[in-house]
Every structure is written in structure tokens, then in C-alpha cells.
């Protein structure tokens, strides 16, 4: 009898040790999953960061430009809406999405 006690002891005991070792491998998975998605994200990120690096002098360049015509357009919007036209509506600034 004190055999097969000290057996299922030693069994619970075991099934302790394995629930917690099953318990840390699923942690490690899931946190190896979190890594390669944190990698893949990252990278994705880094070749985004890389490309704007390549594009944005023309961009600006461009941007820049397209502000200033803006910018002349509005003043010509400020005068025509000082005296608009019978039945005219207010222009907006292409700022506005018009």
C-alpha cells in the first residue's frame, strides 16, 4: 500500500512538473510568434522609412511649388469674393478640396 502511495506521489508530482513545462513551451510559442510578426512589421516599417527617404526631396520639392500656386490662387479667390458676381457662390481655397 505505501508503495503505491509513494507511486501516485511521485506520478502527481511528475504531472506538476510536465503542466508547467507544457505551460512555459506555450508561452515560448507564443512569444516566438510575437517576434516574428514584430520582425516582419518592422521590416515592412524600415523598407516604408527607406522609400519615403528616397521620395521626399521630390515630394517637397513639388509640394512646395503647388503651395505657393495655391497660395497666389487664394489671394485671387480673396478679391473675386469681394465682389462676386450677381448670383455667384463664394469661391474656396483648393485647400478645401473644392
Given amino acids: 500500500m505505501e508503495d503505491a502511495t509513494f507511486r501516485r506521489g511521485r506520478m502527481q508530482t511528475a504531472v506538476m512538473r510536465l503542466k508547467e513545462r507544457l505551460r512555459e513551451i506555450k508561452a515560448s510559442e507564443e512569444n516566438e510568434t510575437r517576434r516574428i510578426t514584430y520582425n516582419e512589421v518592422k521590416a515592412e516599417r524600415d523598407l516604408l522609412a527607406a522609400e519615403l ?10 509640394l512646395g511649388e503647388l503651395i505657393a500656386k495655391i497660395d497666389a490662387n487664394d489671394r485671387w ?22
Fill in 77 to 98: 479667390i480673396g478679391y473675386i469674393n469681394s465682389q462676386l458676381p450677381t448670383g455667384a457662390e463664394r469661391l474656396r481655397s483648393a485647400y478645401c478640396g473644392s
Fill in 53 to 62: 527617404r528616397a521620395y521626399y526631396p521630390i515630394i517637397e520639392s513639388q
